[in-house]
């Protein structure tokens, strides 16, 4: 079984995680995006809101999971059976950071793997901090997030960047 995680904090999940999961679909019998506590970011919306918004936009996508993650991402990695795990790379800074985060995973726990998937072009503007800065300032944020995504800002009623 090829398993991979697709590991983020998802504040939100936008229309650029989704299409490159869609894209990596076909190369793995499962994807578990694994959703970040992110103590360091202190992420704008809940966990458990990160987690359900995702399970929502996959909800019948039959080889992909969503799971909540605390701790190392190479120990959730391991927990899970996963060999690989998988990042997409917008542009030249993402792949500084990518290759600084891919060596240091290698060296915690050298059996997994990390794949870089290039983004679309259409998805290399698209962050999940402009996604809330767009929604905190009124703007129409459903060019760059899924469905549920846009629904659960329309019901939030605090400011959100
Ligand atoms: N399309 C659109 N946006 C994308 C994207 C894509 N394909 N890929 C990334 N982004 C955006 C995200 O929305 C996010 O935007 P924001 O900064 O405005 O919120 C930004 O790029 C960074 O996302 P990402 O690279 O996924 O970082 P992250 O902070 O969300 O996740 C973890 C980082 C969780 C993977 C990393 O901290 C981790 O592995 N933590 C676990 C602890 C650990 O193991 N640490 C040791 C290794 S350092």
């Known amino acids: ?14 229309n650029g995680h989704v299409e ?11 994807i578990i995006i694994a959703v970040a506590v992110s103590s ?3 992420p704008y919306i809940s966990l458990d809101d990160r987690v359900a918004l995702a399970q929502e936009v996959f909800a019948s996508a039959s080889t992909v999971r969503v799971e909540p993650m605390s701790g190392l991402l190479v120990d959730f990695a391991e927990q899970h059976k996963a060999r690989f795990i998988l990042r997409g790379v917008r542009n030249t800074a993402d792949m500084n950071d990518e290759l600084q985060l891919a060596n240091v995973n290698r060296e915690l726990s050298p059996k997994i793997e990390t794949l870089f998937l290039p983004a679309l072009l259409s998805s290399t ?3 999940s901090s402009m996604v809330r800065e767009i929604a905190e300032l009124g703007g129409d944020i459903s060019p760059f997030v899924p469905h549920p995504v846009v629904v659960y800002f329309q019901q939030q009623k605090k400011p959100w960047h």
């Not at 079984?1 to 936008?14: E, K, L, Q, W």
């Not at 999961?21 to 793995?28: G, K, P």
């Open 1 to 14: 079984m090829r398993i991979a995680i697709y590991p983020g904090t998802f504040d939100p999940i936008t």
């Open 125 to 127: 503007p698209i962050s």
């Open 20 to 30: 490159l999961i869609q894209r990596a679909s076909c190369l793995f019998d499962h």
């Open 40 to 42: 360091r970011k202190s």
